[in-house]
């Protein structure tokens, strides 16, 4: 394999990371500010994913379908927040699971009900749809590229919220001491809305910019989801540091498996059952390292002990 | 009798009586339905033991589930084939006899259990829900990316398995032995229910600590239960992939997870016979609302948020009171 290709598969791995950290980063602050576990995250992200379209659809503009994406997730989010999600902070968390799966199962339903069963296509901004080169010759996809950006900016921008703003303040006393802080006089009812109505608008932004990639379609949230579920995992429930660090680690170790698992096999395989064993070792390679984790960490990188 | 025990009786009165009814009416499809009943009501009823009396909220439960069917497969498939599974070091051949498939179901399922279980129970709470919800998605995928067994299409035999001395084609047959598997497991599940290791399994979910200070282990205890959770698991998966003559990596798919737990959901957790219950009201809603709308699944959603919010303890819960407490 050429060091050009390696480097093109690191960014791919970068670009997914960079994903799996939008993803991860509502759901590990849902759960750190009000220990509830969300299923329901991935439905936020189709919804993302489908408001963006619809809107693309209509006027064309990619900018406005991102911004409906995030409106759309934020407005989804407050709103089953406040029916709903505000019932079962104080329930074990089976109550939880369960009340988020029937909220999946519903808005899987509902989506279909709406947009029918057939997938939607988000097409690539005109000005993005091509390559650009890198220093070194190496061609990326000018898409992908915007994508880490973006991301990583999120990134950053979340954690200057998280540490030095007040709402961010207030955020991690809320991890600390949910009760106290109610004591001091903040309204924490608005803010666990505001904290998982931001979680839901990171969701469906990732859901807007993968749709791009990928097809917008009923069922597209769970498979993310379940991949958010492994960095938080890995990173240590309630951290955002940890979620950023677990995001890229499974970011490439998928994309590096998928890639380097078959020609490893392939040293003392024959071809065929090389790439066999090489990609179903490789679909199960991040499992792995998230068993490796815990053996080592019950608690996740960043976990709190 | 209490409560309970005649809301249990009926239930198992109703699930035996509806087939016999349609074997009269001449309605197969019923005896089907009720076989599917059978079948879920025991995949459940092996969840409840984890998720019940040891309060391990599983999410990954479809993967013993679909290992169970694959057991089944694989050794049908091999069987109709003529085809050796194996023969070096030493020949084994696939078969066509169910209580073989059913063992090698179990054993097969017992062991990923085994293994999944040492990891995850290392963990508790939210932790252990998504690492099981994330080893059930690693079989999931492996099944999918491994071609030799169907891969994402899956697996069919022809002809469905054979016990001895019935004829399993003929659905009230299948039925009968479905049902009949049902009844023992559910006779084992209230013996450990009562025996030592239930009790202390139950008190390891109600306080982990004074179990510690008795000198229990909640770590085996919890070991243990989550291996017979998903050996029954597995067993069921093989009799539902023999009803179907199919097995796909469906089965494996975490939305059959929540699935599982839903049975138990709608019947009661931690009561005995909740799953049956809960799985005969699901085939229910299954074949009613979906033969009225294609979007059934809101309305299975909302009753589901409707049970989790305001009937806690299921229907059972609803009719017969809050179980009994032991401490």
Redesign the interface.
């Known amino acids: 394999m050429t060091i050009l290709l390696f480097i093109e598969q690191m960014l791919n791995g970068l670009q997914f990371g960079v994903m799996l950290f939008l993803m991860s980063a509502g759901l590990t602050l849902v759960?750190g500010v009000m220990g509830l576990?969300n299923l329901a995250h991935g439905s936020l992200y189709m919804i993302g994913a489908f408001a963006a379209a619809a809107v693309a659809a209509a006027t064309g503009s990619f900018v406005l379908a991102l911004m409906a994406s995030l409106a759309a997730a934020a407005l989804a989010g407050a709103l089953i927040e406040l029916t709903?999600i505000r019932?079962l902070y104080d329930?074990d968390?089976?109550?939880q699971?369960?009340?988020t799966?029937?909220?999946?199962?519903?808005f899987?339903?509902?989506t279909?009900?709406m947009f029918g069963s057939f997938p939607l296509f988000l097409d690539v901004p005109k000005v993005l749809s091509g390559p650009v080169t890198l220093p070194g010759g190496i061609q990326f996809p000018a898409y992908r590229l915007s994508i880490i950006v973006i991301g990583l900016l999120v990134a950053g921008g979340m954690f200057a919220l998280i540490n030095r703003t007040r709402v961010g303040i207030r955020i991690r006393a809320g991890e600390a001491d949910r009760e106290m802080i109610a004591a001091l006089g903040v309204d924490i009812a608005k803010l666990y809305t505001f904290v998982f109505a931001l979680g839901a608008a990171l969701a469906g932004f990732a859901g807007a910019l993968v749709g791009a990639i990928q097809s917008v379609q009923v069922g597209m949230g769970?498979p993310v989801l379940?991949l958010a579920?492994?960095v938080?995992?890995i990173g240590g429930?309630g951290s955002i540091k940890g979620a950023f660090v677990g995001a890229l680690l499974v970011g490439f170790t998928d994309t590096m498996g998928r890639i380097l698992l078959p020609q490893i096999f392939a040293l003392f395989l024959e071809p065929s059952s090389a790439v066999?064993v090489g990609?179903?070792l490789?679909?199960?390679l991040i499992?792995?390292l998230?068993?490796g984790v815990?053996?080592f960490r019950?608690?996740?990188l960043y976990g709190v002990a | 009798m209490t409560r309970e025990t005649w809301i249990n009786v009926a239930s198992l009165a109703v699930l035996l009586g509806v087939p016999l009814w349609a074997l009269m009416a001449d309605e197969p499809f019923i005896i089907t339905l009720a076989t599917r009943a059978a079948i879920f009501a025991l995949a459940g009823v092996g969840l409840n033991l984890a998720?019940g009396t040891g309060g391990l909220?599983s999410?990954g439960h479809a993967a013993f589930f679909g290992i169970g069917g694959y057991a089944m497969g694989i050794l049908a498939s091999h069987a109709q084939s003529y085809a050796p599974i194996m023969e070096a070091p030493f020949l084994i051949e696939g078969t066509k006899s169910m209580p073989v498939i059913w063992l090698v179901a179990m054993v097969t399922s017992a062991l990923a259990a085994l293994a999944i279980g040492v990891?995850s129970l290392?963990?508790s709470?939210?932790?252990f829900?998504?690492?099981t919800?994330?080893?059930g998605?690693?079989v999931y995928?492996?099944a999918?990316?491994?071609?030799?067994y169907g891969g994402e299409d899956g697996l069919s035999i022809y002809v469905r398995n054979g016990f001895p001395g019935l004829n399993t084609l003929v659905p009230i047959q299948f039925f009968g032995l479905c049902f009949v598997i049902l009844c023992l497991v559910l006779l084992l599940m209230n013996a450990i229910h009562k025996s030592a290791f239930g009790l202390a399994l139950s008190a390891a979910r109600q306080n982990e600590t004074r179990v510690l200070s008795v000198g229990l282990k909640p770590y085996h205890l919890r070991l243990v239960a989550f291996v017979i959770s998903g050996a029954v698991t597995g067993l069921a998966g093989a009799l539902f992939a023999d009803l179907n003559r199919f097995v796909s990596p469906t089965m494996l798919s975490?939305q059959m997870s929540?699935e599982i737990?839903?049975f138990i959901?709608i019947g009661g957790?931690g009561r005995l016979f909740g799953p049956v219950i809960g799985a005969m009201i699901f085939i229910l809603l299954e074949h009613t609302l979906g033969g009225l709308s294609e979007?059934?699944?809101?309305y299975?959603?909302?009753l589901?948020?409707g049970?989790?919010?305001f009937a806690?303890g299921g229907l059972i819960g609803a009719f017969a009171g809050r179980e009994k407490a032991h401490d």
């Open positions: 759960f576990i709903i019932r329930r968390h089976l109550d699971v369960l009340a799966f029937a909220l999946i199962l519903i899987s339903e509902g279909r009900w769970e379940i579920f492994v938080i995992v429930i066999t990609s179903a490789a679909s199960m499992y792995i998230m068993a815990l053996v019950p608690r996740g | 998720l909220v999410l990891l290392r963990t709470g939210v932790y829900i998504m690492i919800l994330a080893f998605q690693m995928y492996f999918i990316s491994w071609p030799a975490w929540g737990i839903i959901i957790v979007f059934w699944h809101v299975l959603g909302a589901l948020l049970i989790v919010l806690k």
